[in-house]
């Protein structure tokens, strides 16, 4: 069982920024993937964005050039900063280890609890 503890997330206006982190032993290490999903009320589980073992990154269309991944491995951390955020960014974000076939459900499969994100 992976243990991962999300803060960060919160209410904010259009326009504003968050930023969610993730603690958990697995991230202690840069050898593998790292991502960030997330879940709107009514739609499947979302990939946001993954920072690869080889330190390249993906971003999902809809966040692309507004979110940015991090990791600190010293820190067993990873980051996701939101920036210019959009009512239709509302979710639960999910941290995430590296997940060959990741459930629809986001809060079914092996990672933490999530952190709310709400942009009116």
């Known amino acids: 069982h992976v243990q991962l503890v999300e803060s960060g997330g919160g209410s904010v206006q259009a326009g504003g920024s968050l930023t969610a982190s993730c603690t958990g032993s697995?991230?202690?290490?840069?050898?593998?993937?790292v991502s960030w999903y997330r879940q709107a009320p009514g739609y499947d589980c979302e990939l946001v964005s993954t920072?690869?073992?080889?330190?390249?990154?993906y971003y999902a269309s809809s966040v692309r050039g507004r979110f940015t991944i991090s990791q600190d491995s010293a820190k067993s951390t990873i980051y996701l900063r939101m920036n210019n955020l959009k009512p239709e960014d509302t979710a639960v974000y999910y941290c995430?280890?590296?997940?060959?076939?990741?459930?629809?459900?986001?809060?079914?499969?092996?990672w933490g609890q999530g952190t709310q994100v709400t942009v009116s």
């Open positions: 995430a280890p590296e997940t060959d076939y990741p459930l629809v459900d986001c809060a079914a499969n092996d």
């Open positions: 697995v991230f202690a290490s840069d050898d593998s993937d």
């Open positions: 920072l690869r073992n080889d330190r390249t990154i």
